[in-house]
C-alpha cells in the first residue's frame, strides 16, 4: 500500500499531467478513473489537501482544480532531479540531420538554435557573454495560452526587456550540463506574462547558455529532453 506522501503525489502528478495535456481543469472523476484502484471520495480528499497545500486551486465556472505554480515547480524539480526526460525519435532524427548538413561549430549552433524554437513550441533562446542575447520566434510563447490580452503582452515586452540583465547576473550561478528552470514569479514579469526559462549551459569551446522561454503550461519531460540531446550533439560535434 502507497504511503499517504505516494499518494498524495500520485495525485499531484496526474493532475499536472491532465492539465497540461488538456489546459483544463481536472476532476476527481478523471483522476479516479486514471488510478482505478482508489475510491473517489479518496481522491477528493487528496485533492482538497493538495488545495490546502497550496498546489491545486479552483477554476472560476468549474468543479474541478488546476495546479499552482507551486506545483509546477514541485513538478520541474522532480523531473529534473530523477531526469525524467523524454526525446521523441522524430526530434532525434531532426537535430542530427542538422548536425549533419554542417561544418563548423558555428553554424551547427545557429541551426539547432532556430530548431529549438520549432520543435518545441517556444522561443529560443541564446546567450553568452561575449555575443549578448538573441531570441528566436516571440510568437511562439503564445501558442496553447488561453485569454491572450494587454496586460500578457505587455509583461512579456517587458521581460525580454530584462532578458538580457537576468542572463548577466546568473550566468556564473548556471552549473554546466544541468537544466535550470525559472517559473512565473521567479522572472521578472513572468508571472503577469505566463511563461517560464528553460536552459542549459553549454562549454565548447566557450561557456553559453541556450533556452527556451515557454508557457508555464508545457510539456518539461520533452523540453528538458530536447535541451539535453541538443548539449549532446553539440559536445560530440566538437569531439
Not at 499552482?68 to 526526460?85: H, Q
Request: charged share 30%; glycine share 6%; hydrophobic share 40%.
Amino acid at each position: 500500500m502507497p504511503s499517504l506522501e505516494d499518494r498524495k503525489n500520485l495525485v499531484l502528478q496526474l493532475v499536472l499531467e491532465e492539465f497540461i495535456r488538456t489546459g483544463k481543469s481536472v476532476s476527481s472523476r478523471v483522476i479516479t478513473e486514471k488510478i482505478g484502484r482508489w475510491k473517489g471520495s479518496t481522491i477528493r480528499y487528496e485533492m482538497q489537501k493538495l488545495k490546502e497545500s497550496g498546489l491545486l486551486e479552483d477554476e472560476h465556472f468549474s468543479s474541478g482544480k488546476i495546479p499552482t505554480e507551486e506545483a509546477f515547480l514541485w513538478y520541474v524539480k522532480r523531473l529534473i532531479d530523477e531526469e525524467l526526460f523524454i526525446i521523441p525519435d522524430q526530434y532525434k532524427r531532426i537535430l542530427s540531420r542538422v548536425i549533419d548538413e554542417v561544418d563548423t561549430f558555428q553554424d551547427a549552433k545557429k541551426k539547432i538554435i532556430r530548431l529549438l524554437s520549432e520543435i518545441t513550441c517556444s522561443s529560443a533562446v541564446y546567450f553568452s557573454e561575449d555575443d549578448g542575447l538573441e531570441i528566436f520566434s516571440l510568437k511562439n510563447i503564445f501558442l496553447g495560452q488561453k485569454n491572450i490580452d494587454t496586460e500578457k503582452i505587455l509583461s512579456l515586452i517587458s521581460l525580454i526587456d530584462e532578458m538580457e540583465n537576468i542572463m548577466r547576473k546568473n550566468f556564473s550561478k548556471l552549473n554546466k550540463g544541468r537544466i535550470c528552470i525559472l517559473i512565473g514569479s521567479q522572472l521578472p514579469y513572468g508571472k503577469s506574462a505566463g511563461v517560464s526559462f528553460s536552459s542549459i549551459k553549454i562549454s565548447n569551446p566557450k561557456d553559453f547558455v541556450i533556452g527556451t522561454i515557454n508557457p508555464i503550461r508545457s510539456r518539461y519531460d520533452i523540453l528538458f529532453g530536447v535541451l539535453k540531446e541538443i548539449e549532446y550533439m553539440l559536445n560530440d560535434f566538437c569531439n
